[in-house]
């Protein structure tokens, strides 16, 4: 079956230290997005990539690095310039005009 | 700028019908999109609407009046396993433009 893995499920970051998420996706979607989604709020945009060895900033952009150099994957890092990771991502892909697959999410906590 | 409304939560007995209405300003419009979303899990799509008028499948039905910027989503028959966030999200132009979220309708169902 088709759809979008995204790993660990949770994650837990050190003071100072990077973590990647991972997700995979066997659609064949030429478009993914990372979502970053806070306790009670809806979902806001970190990065999305529209095709491979591309991607364009979302709204929140910093303290977040990503990088797209296959089609099935869109790995995000989330670097110590963010000082507030705690929150639960979420990956998603489409094919153009349709509509949003999610992965199952990560929960990111801060140790 | 992109902004939606909705309202943050909403209480409804089981068996009975709740709307739930989300208000939208965009700069450009190409699509709404509604999604159910149980805590700690990822966004399920639930309808999706690009011309005016209403959309019906099974128990639910979402609504759209591009005039006025406005769409709801119709839950009929409730049921205990409707309680959930219901995320409203509108496209802009553009084939895989990212789509903007709403911060999400909490509803609980009671007995």
């Known amino acids: 079956d088709g759809g979008i893995t995204q790993s660990p499920k949770y994650l837990f970051r050190k003071e100072g230290q990077n973590v990647t998420l991972s997700c995979e996706q066997n659609l064949n979607h030429d478009a993914m997005y990372w979502y970053r989604q806070d306790p009670g709020q809806g979902l806001r945009l970190i990065y999305y990539?529209?095709?491979?060895?591309?991607?364009q900033k979302g709204d929140i952009a910093e303290g977040y690095s990503v990088s797209r150099e296959k089609k099935e994957s869109f790995p995000l890092t989330v670097t110590s310039a963010q000082k507030n990771p705690t929150a639960f991502y979420l990956c998603?892909?489409?094919?153009?005009?349709?509509?949003?697959?999610f992965g199952s999410g990560t929960q990111l906590s801060v140790l | 700028g992109q902004n939606i409304d909705q309202p943050t939560e909403m209480t409804a007995t089981e068996g009975a019908i709740v709307q739930i209405n989300c208000t939208y300003q965009?700069?450009?419009?190409?699509?709404l999109f509604w999604y159910q979303q149980h805590a700690g899990e990822a966004p399920t799509f639930l309808s999706y609407?690009?011309?005016?008028g209403l959309e019906e499948k099974g128990r639910f039905s979402s609504f759209l009046s591009r005039s006025k910027g406005y769409s709801y989503l119709l839950l009929k028959e409730l049921q205990m396993k409707d309680s959930a966030s219901y995320l409203c999200a509108v496209r802009d132009v553009g084939g895989n433009t990212p789509l903007v979220f709403g911060k999400g309708t909490r509803l609980s169902v009671i007995a």
């Open positions: 609407n690009v011309l005016d």
């Open positions: 990539s529209q095709i491979v060895n591309d991607f």
């Open positions: 965009t700069s450009g419009f190409n699509g």
């Open positions: 998603a892909s489409t094919k153009e005009r349709e509509k949003l697959f």
